[in-house]
């Protein structure tokens, strides 16, 4: 199994972290964004989208981070991770597309404008992190986990981002339910750290 990964990107972060949490092995391929790799014919191949993380599972290749989750879950997590279930998949895919939406518009931007300096509206951006925080807080504050009362790929989609948050310059301070989330999933056995969360 191969991981086309970089180092800083949160998305990538999601796929080391479960891949860590269910001890599957990996060989991580790093993928120079600043160098342009990802938009190179040798990784256009893997993922023409030219977007950091792919996965290559023997052959079968997942590219985004939100299918890499659900294909890891459901073929190597098991059923606390992914259930079988209708209603329990559809709490789950509801958080993950909450992290490719409301967490990666608000708190992946409001982050990559300032630390990768990438062109963008950064008040507007640190707006729309806020938003996603307060939902994530509200969830969080009556619940331990987002999704069905213990930890899912639903946690792990939206963890990155939201601990990231405070690279963009939205202080976590004004959420206390989901600081109390991210020390829960740091204690979770096999976890791992990336720079600027759980360190």
């Not at 938009?39 to 985004?64: E, M, S």
């Not at 890891?72 to 209603?87: F, I, N, S, T, V």
């Not at 404008?113 to 008040?123: E, L, Y």
Request: with cysteine; glycine share 10%.
């Amino acid at each position: 199994m191969k991981l086309y990964d970089m180092e800083l990107s949160g998305n990538c972060y999601k796929a080391r972290l479960f891949l860590a949490l269910i001890g599957r092995k990996y060989d991580r391929v790093p993928v120079n964004l600043k160098e342009g790799e990802h938009k190179k014919p040798a990784y256009l191949a893997i993922n023409p989208l030219g977007k950091v993380p792919a996965l290559d599972d023997d052959g079968t290749v997942i590219r985004d981070s939100q299918a890499i989750l659900v294909y890891l879950a459901r073929k190597y997590g098991g059923p606390k991770w992914w259930p079988e279930d209708a209603k329990g998949q559809g709490e789950i895919v509801q958080w993950l597309s909450f992290a490719a939406n409301e967490m990666f518009h608000g708190c992946a931007i409001a982050r990559a404008i300032p630390k990768f300096k990438r062109p963008g509206d950064h008040p507007a951006a640190q707006a729309q992190a806020r938003a996603a925080m307060e939902i994530l807080e509200g969830r969080l504050g009556g619940n331990d986990w987002l999704a069905l009362g213990h930890p899912t790929i639903a946690d792990i989609a939206c963890y990155p981002y939201a601990a990231l948050v405070w690279e963009g310059g939205v202080p976590l301070d004004a959420y206390p339910a989901v600081k109390a989330w991210f020390k829960r999933i740091e204690a979770l056995p096999g976890y791992v750290a990336m720079p600027g969360i759980g360190g």
